[in-house]
T-cell receptor, first 114, second 116 residues
Framework: NAGVMQNPRHLVRRRGQEARLRCSPM?????VYWYRQLPEEGLKFMVY????????ESGMPKERFSAEFPKEGPSILRIQQVVRGDSAAYFC????????????FGPGTRLTVT | QQQVKQSPQSLIVQKGGISIINCAYE??????FPWYQQFPGKGPALLIA?????SEKKEGRFTISFNKSAKQFSLHIMDSQPGDSATYFC???????????????FGKGTKLSVIP
């Protein structure tokens, strides 16, 4: 029973390029969350999605960031025109259903912007 | 505005000792309080969690104590082992109106080192 999968694990981008991060939730899970972790900091909520719907994007910057969770395939967090301040670890979590409290995290994608 | 305050920032404990990490929150709407363990280069792993209607929960060597009136909760690790050396995060779950699932607000973490 595979856990939450994220790829790539490490991503290096130059300033101005696009970063695309992928997340496959645990089998049977239909809720996906994205969090960002800066060095020596806790995780900060970015966005919560269900299949084909963005439920809450209150933690996501208004510009350059977008997220989707299509009917088929993984959830994708997309960062356009990356800047050095976007360097962080990005974690995806999934939970199984409405009303479920537990969130299970993937191994994360470490984005470095040079 | 930090809604979950965690202390201490770092903790050194001798093998076999008790590790205690504390968290305080402000938002009385929080409805679920998990603890996560994170090793370097890995994702956070759910360790143990408690609901506000319970004052204590124990799973193996890990215990959560919860004080609703003081808006505080703590993690106790009994018989601490070198393998417990990791960063521990407390969190609190915010109900999100209109949907059945919630977002987590994390503390800043406690780096625990258990020395032999």
């Amino acid at each position: 029973n595979a856990g939450v999968m994220q790829n790539p694990r490490h991503l290096v981008r130059r300033r101005g390029q696009e970063a695309r991060l992928r997340c496959s939730p645990m089998k049977g899970h239909s809720h996906v969350y994205w969090y960002r972790q800066l060095p020596e900091e806790g995780l900060k909520f970015m966005v919560y999605l269900q299949k084909e719907n963005i439920i809450d994007e209150s933690g996501m910057p208004k510009e350059r960031f977008s997220a989707e969770f299509p009917k088929e395939g993984p959830s994708i967090l997309r960062i356009q025109q990356v800047v050095r301040g976007d360097s962080a670890a990005y974690f995806c979590a999934s939970s199984p259903r409405d009303g479920s409290y537990e969130q299970y995290f993937g191994p994360g994608t470490r984005l470095t912007v040079t | 505005q930090q809604q979950v305050k965690q202390s201490p920032q770092s903790l050194i404990v001798q093998k076999g000792g008790i590790s205690i990490i504390n968290c305080a929150y402000e938002n009385t709407a929080f409805d679920y309080f998990p603890w996560y363990q994170q090793f370097p280069g890995k994702g956070p792993a759910l360790l143990i969690a408690i609901r506000p209607d319970v004052s204590e929960k124990k799973e193996g060597r890990f215990t959560i104590s919860f004080n609703k009136s003081a808006k505080q909760f703590s993690l106790h690790i009994m018989d601490s082992q070198p393998g417990d050396s990791a960063t521990y995060f407390c969190a609190a779950l915010t109900p999100y109106s209109g949907a059945g699932s919630y977002q987590l607000t994390f503390g800043k973490g406690t780096k625990l080192s258990v020395i032999p």
